[in-house]
């Protein structure tokens, strides 16, 4: 009996959250001094806007255009930014992975390369990263995504549109991508750097998860804990 009740416990009161943690990390809101309200501190040729993807939720992007229109970028306000996705230049909204927020300096890096080859970049934190409000759950994530896809489309023109997800990104750009599909407005192009299979295999590797293999019904909690939590991101399915 005492037996029983641990595992229920630690099912229905450790696993769940942990993996939520886990996965999303979004708790961790490095570099923490970066006020994402000025993109231009990071990032050249950057405007910061939000979109609402639903009531209550509220997620922050940033804009950078190529490099090539930096110059003439200087001084202008959101309405130019949004003009100049129907330039012809190629776009990328960009799918982060999981922890920190989009003026993490690898992703900075990222997009200063991407701009600097002739693309628009948009930079998005899914909700609860960092400015982002609301709570990541996976089809929370694919919803951002899909939003903040065809808010780019609306406005693009002829101009090709990708989704260029990295780590947990490359699941949610999946997610979206073939929800998109389903709706019959598949994406013009889709990028997955460092992707993984599932979110099972990609756990149960996970080497911050190993010290819990030496608990009674382990692999039969985690299966149960993301069950509980809809977290599926099966990228070799979709």
Not at 25 to 31: G, H
Request: proline content about 7%; hydrophobic content about 35%; aromatic content about 10%.
């Amino acid at each position: 009996m005492y037996h029983s009740f641990t595992s229920k416990s630690l099912k229905e009161h450790i696993f769940p959250p942990l993996m939520d943690m886990m996965i999303y990390v979004n708790f961790y809101k490095a570099p923490f001094l970066v006020d994402l309200k000025k993109p231009e501190l990071k990032i050249p040729h950057t405007v910061n806007f939000y979109v609402k993807p639903e009531p209550g939720v509220v997620l922050g992007v940033w804009h950078t255009v190529p490099s090539c229109r930096g110059e003439e970028a200087q001084g202008k306000d959101r309405c130019w930014y949004e003009a100049a996705l129907q330039d012809g230049n190629p776009i990328i909204v960009y799918l982060h992975g999981s922890a920190e927020h989009r003026g993490a300096p690898h992703r900075c890096k990222l997009t200063k390369v991407l701009s600097d080859g002739g693309f628009h970049v948009l930079s998005v934190d899914y909700r609860g990263f960092g400015d982002s409000t609301g709570k990541p759950t996976e089809q929370g994530l694919a919803v951002d995504a899909i939003c903040i896809y065809e808010w780019t489309k609306a406005r693009s023109g002829r101009t090709p549109v990708c989704l260029w997800g990295h780590s947990l990104g490359t699941g949610v750009a999946t997610d979206a991508a073939k929800i998109l599909e389903e709706r019959g407005c598949p994406t013009d192009a889709i990028v997955l750097e460092s992707p993984f299979t599932n979110i099972w295999v990609a756990t149960i590797n996970y080497p911050l998860l190993q010290i819990f293999r030496k608990f009674p019904r382990y692999l039969q909690t985690l299966v149960d804990s993301l069950k509980e939590d809809r977290i599926v991101f099966a990228n070799d399915e979709k």
